[in-house]
């Protein structure tokens, strides 16, 4: 279940993920069946779990940015 692998060791010290990273790690689904139903769908269970869409600003020009989901502080 995407909980689990959120909960395990090796995620806590990840404070942003993207939504590919949950399909990928958890549901070990290939990038290519990545679809928007599939990616809402785990965009609705990181809400429940408390997780928070935000987007990361990157690059040179700093406006440039990847859409994330930031972990609730506990």
Do not use: C, F, N
């Not at 408390?50 to 020009?61: A, H, I, M, Q």
């Amino acid at each position: 279940s995407i909980a689990l692998w959120l909960a395990a060791p090796s995620r806590q010290l990840d404070r942003y993920l993207t939504i590919s990273d949950v399909l990928v790690g958890a549901v070990e689904l290939p990038v290519a069946q990545h679809d928007q139903h599939t990616q809402r769908r785990v965009g609705s269970v990181l809400m429940r779990l408390g997780w928070r869409k935000t987007e990361k600003k990157s690059g040179v020009d700093g406006k440039s940015g990847s859409r994330m989901w930031e972990r609730p502080v506990s």
